[in-house]
């Protein structure tokens, strides 16, 4: 079965790469088609890639608590709403403070995820060179999060998604580029050095989508189109109709049993998004992608905490 569990991997790093050399292609059509001051399009592309994004962490309680008791489980939920909702509050509370913990969070979920894809990968290999992890989950993890906010496009978009983070950097922009460009260049040096040449590949690619795509746009497809499909390639591990389909030899129908399950999660996202807008009054249009992004950073919280447990199996 491992095989097939290789050969599923695969498929999901062609597509997230593919999704992510056609938003590159996408940036550079649109910058020339559609006047600079309009950002509706980057809005419309960014909204389309959260929601494939979403339901990728609707399966925790499968992952953590696998065959428990309906208590237990609704227990579990229960917590994980509740954190959710705190998370919530706190950045509707705090718009700034709140937002640099997000930075932070995410760049060691994203970065420390698409290590562990990486090791499950050579882990169904009969040869592979050696894997510098951390190292490249420091990277991976920093570029579609960091560059994205301090380039020279950032403004624009943090105008539209909520003005209060326009200078949430605190005028370290430039020491914060500086930085990350500085690791990710080493990064890539020392997986070339080791002929990790295919991790190379994505690490450059993301780099890339981060310094070309507009930030609403190069984060968007990020989350939705390469960590939450990498992050489901790895559900389908541990989850029994996914194991089921993979010893039949269907990998596709292994990666569908772990989305399906995950599309209320999409309609929840947006319902409680919605709620959340009618009852602090105001635009729908004004408001609806600051608050999605709200939730869904929200929900990152608990989720990070509960796939740690995933991610520390993947990486040892």
């Excluded at 979920?109 to 040869?127: L, W």
Aim: glycine share 6%; hydrophobic share 60%.
């Amino acid at each position: 079965m491992a095989d097939f569990e290789l050969a599923l991997f695969l498929k999901v790093r062609k597509f997230s790469r593919l999704a992510v050399a056609l938003a590159i292609i996408a940036a550079f059509i649109f910058a020339k088609l559609i006047a600079s001051s309009s950002n509706n399009w980057q809005v419309v592309i960014a909204l389309f890639a959260l929601a494939v994004g979403i339901p990728h962490g609707a399966l925790d309680h499968l992952v953590t608590l696998p065959k428990s008791s309906p208590l237990k489980m609704a227990g579990f939920i229960a917590i994980y709403v509740a954190v959710a909702i705190v998370a919530v509050i706190g950045l509707l509370a705090w718009n700034v403070i709140g937002f640099i913990a997000v930075v932070a969070m995410s760049a060691i979920h994203f970065g420390i995820g698409d290590a562990a894809f990486i090791s499950e990968i050579d882990r169904r290999k009969t040869d592979h060179n050696k894997f510098p992890r951390y190292l490249y989950a420091a990277a991976a993890g920093s570029i579609p999060v960091l560059i994205p906010l301090v380039n020279s496009k950032s403004a624009a978009a943090l105008q539209r998604v909520n003005p209060a983070l326009l200078n949430w950097h605190q005028g370290q922009n430039n020491n914060l580029m500086l930085w990350t460009i500085l690791l990710s260049g080493f990064a890539l040096l020392r997986l070339i050095k080791l002929r990790r040449d295919s991790d190379a590949i994505d690490l450059g690619l993301l780099l890339v989508l981060a310094l070309i795509a507009p930030p609403l746009v190069a984060f968007a497809v990020y989350f939705g189109c390469w960590h939450a499909m990498r992050h489901t390639a790895r559900l389908t591990l541990v989850l029994p109709r996914s194991q089921k389909a993979l010893a039949e030899g269907k990998s596709g129908r292994a990666f569908i049993a772990a989305i399906w399950p995950g599309i209320p999660a999409l309609v929840g996202t947006f319902v409680v998004a919605a709620a959340i807008i009618a009852a602090r009054g105001g635009s729908i249009s004004d408001q609806f992608l600051w608050i999605t992004l709200v939730v869904v950073w929200a929900l990152t919280v608990p989720h990070m905490a509960v796939t740690a447990r995933l991610d520390r199996k993947a990486l040892q």
